[in-house]
Every structure is written in C-alpha cells, then in structure tokens.
C-alpha cells in the first residue's frame, strides 16, 4: 500500500539559510500534519492542513510557514535557520473529516542537520 | 509531552510478555494511540483505542484502557528481538486532531 513520502531524506544547511521539505500524503488522503522530533524527544506538533486550508496550529517558529496544494502534498518552508532547527521533521497524513478516525500515517521523515 | 507521561526504559527477555504504561491528563481525550520508532526510522502506527472502549486485541498487542484513571497500557505477548524499539503513546481530541506525545518508552529486548 501506498505510504506518505517525504524528500528529501536527509538535509544539510547552513546557519541562516533556507530549507523547503515536500510532503505527499496516502492517495486520498486531504488532511497533512507537520511533526519536529528534536534528537531524544518525542514528536511535536508544528502545523495542519485540511483541504488546503491551515487547520490548526502549534508550536511553529514565525520563521516557518508552510502550505497544502491542489494535489494535496504540502510544503514546509523555512528560513533563518537555526542551530535548534537540528531534527528530524515528519509528515503524517489522514483521511480528516472524511473519516471516522482521524488516524494519522507518518512518513519516514525528514533528517535535517543545520551546521 | 506534559500532558501524556511513559516510563523511558523497559528491559524484558526474549519470549516474555511485555507492558508499556502512559498516563494522560486530557480528559476530553477521544483517541489514543501507540506508535513504535526503530532507530533512525518513522512512526509506525502499531493500534489505536476509542475511549469509550476498554480493551482492543490485535494478534500479540492487548491494549487497556481505564478511563477514570487516564491510564493506557500496551501488552506485546511473546516479544521478540524485532520488538526492540521505542514506543510512544499519544492522544487527540475530539475536535482537536493533532497528536499530543509521550515521551517514549524505550524497549529492549534481551535473550
């Protein structure tokens, strides 16, 4: 079965500069969320999107933003990276109001180290 | 997370019986779920539980619920070395979708 994709894999960037991960959610899937997992912590929540609208927001730096697309996959952009940007991002989709479970699929994640 | 504590390590021989424990303070909590992490890997959705339910079976996962407590549990029967992860409880609201995390419990399996 198809799972969500994340790229790139793994990221390298400097201090200051910007970093663009994509995300493309299981066909038929409307609903995108954006996960930080700091090194040794547990996943936190950044952003969502339902049908290309943010649905709900966390704890995501202003240095962030990110989108959703007519096609669904989602984009999380970021700018003036930090040192504490170092971490593994993930994408999670889910079928949203379309089911009865909002149950939430995640991708492989994007590693990024900022040097 | 604040608001959904684990314990961080458990250590259980090959062939036993294995369980995780999570406490949550969200009372309006609708869904719980367990994830498990493999080195370096993504979340792999291993069950989730509804909360008006006490119990769920799937194959070697038993997970409980005791709602009055806020407690969640997750039994692997018969673990094994393929088991050897870490294994995050997380919880979401009713009208709130996105998942609030544990810790994690770090599990290792010994022969």
């Known amino acids: 079965a198809a799972g969500v994709i994340q790229s790139p894999r793994h990221l390298i960037k400097e201090k200051r500069e910007t970093a663009t991960l994509k995300c493309y959610p299981i066909?038929?899937?409307?609903?995108v969320y954006w996960y930080q997992q700091g090194p040794g912590q547990d996943p936190q929540f950044l952003i969502s999107?339902?049908?290309?609208?943010?649905?709900d927001k966390g704890s995501i730096p202003d240095r962030f933003s990110a989108q959703q697309f007519s096609d669904y996959h989602s984009e999380l952009n970021m700018s003036s990276l930090e040192l504490g940007d170092s971490a593994l991002y993930f994408c999670?989709?889910?079928?949203?109001?379309?089911?009865?479970?909002?149950?939430?699929?995640f991708g492989p994640g994007t590693r990024l180290t900022v040097l | 997370g604040e608001d959904v504590e684990q314990s961080l390590f458990l250590s259980v021989r090959e062939g036993d019986s294995s369980v995780i424990n999570c406490t949550y303070t969200?009372?309006?909590?609708?869904?719980l779920y367990w994830y498990k992490q493999e080195p370096g890997a993504g979340l792999q959705l291993l069950t989730y539980?509804?909360?008006?339910?006490d119990m769920k079976q799937d194959q070697r996962l038993t997970v409980l619920l005791n709602k009055k407590d806020k407690h969640l549990s997750l039994r692997i029967a018969d673990t094994q070395t393929g088991d050897s992860a870490i294994y995050f409880c997380a919880e979401s609201g009713n009208n709130d979708y996105k998942l609030s995390f544990g810790a994690g419990t770090t599990v290792t399996v010994r022969a």
């Open positions: 969200d009372s309006s909590s609708t869904y």
């Open positions: 066909p038929r899937h409307d609903t």
């Open positions: 999107f339902y049908e290309k609208m943010q649905s």
């Open positions: 539980i509804f909360s008006n339910m």
């Open positions: 999670a989709s889910s079928l949203g109001l379309a089911g009865w479970t909002d149950t939430q699929y």
